[in-house]
T-cell receptor, first 116, second 109 residues
Framework: DAGVTQSPTHLIKTRGQQVTLRCSPK?????VSWYQQALGQGPQFIFQ???????QRGNFPDRFSGHQFPNYSSELNVNALLLGDSALYLC???????????????FGQGTRLTVV | GQNIDQPTEMTATEGAIVQINCTYQ??????LFWYQQHAGEAPTFLSY????GLEEKGRFSSFLSRSKGYSYLLLKELQMKDSASYLC??????????FGSGTRLQVQP
């Protein structure tokens, strides 16, 4: 049973460019949440997708957008990259879109994005 | 909003017991989670508390006091492999998790 998989594992981009990160949730899960983790900090919630719609959003600008596909996989897009966007981007999968008492979120290994 | 505070760093000796504290301020509390994260790896789930009291799971235990906005993670019989960051996270209502900055634990021989 594959867990949460993310691609790519590492990425280097230039300021102003756009990037797309991908996530496949754990088998049987239908909800995907994206987090940004700066070095030495805890993960910060970006947004959550359930039933192909953005259900919740953290305090991130519109440059951060996403998508969820019918197979529950998800993409995170970041436009007009800034140096401060350099971080580990984590995807977490769970069940029920936050409506139920889903008590555990499984995290992927993350994508390390470096903006130069 | 939510404030979650935990110590930045802790050091303990192999075989000993260590307690990592977490305090939080939030409305609509709906559960507190502890995750372990080794450097360069994904966070892995350790424990979940939604009611007051102690939850024990092998060498790891987690305690919650909702009235005090306080939780701790207790690690017994420390092993070198327990050196990692420990993340406290709070769920508010049906919202996604809000994490603290994490506590980096160094286990020494």
């Amino acid at each position: 049973d594959a867990g949460v998989t993310q691609s790519p594992t590492h990425l280097i981009k230039t300021r102003g460019q756009q990037v797309t990160l991908r996530c496949s949730p754990k088998s049987g899960h239908d909800t995907v949440s994206w987090y940004q983790q700066a070095l030495g900090q805890g993960p910060q919630f970006i947004f959550q997708y359930y039933e192909e719609e953005e259900r919740q959003r953290g305090n991130f600008p519109d440059r951060f957008s996403g998508h969820q596909f019918p197979n529950y996989s998800s993409e995170l897009n970041v436009n007009a990259l800034l140096l401060g966007d350099s971080a580990l981007y984590l995807c977490a999968s769970s069940l029920g879109g936050g409506e139920g008492m889903n008590t555990e979120a499984f995290f992927g290994q993350g994508t390390r994005l470096t903006v130069v | 909003g939510q404030n979650i505070d935990q110590p930045t760093e802790m050091t303990a000796t192999e075989g000993a017991i260590v307690q990592i504290n977490c305090t939080y301020q939030t409305s609509g509390f709906n559960g507190l989670f502890w995750y372990q994260q080794h450097a360069g790896e994904a966070p892995t789930f350790l424990s979940y508390n939604v009611l007051d009291g102690l939850e024990e799971k092998g060498r790891f235990s987690s305690f919650l006091s909702r009235s005090k906005g306080y939780s701790y993670l207790l690690l017994k019989e420390l092993q070198m492999k327990d050196s990692a960051s420990y993340l406290c996270a709070v769920r508010r209502g049906r919202r996604a998790l809000t994490f603290g900055s994490g506590t980096r634990l160094q286990v020494q021989p």
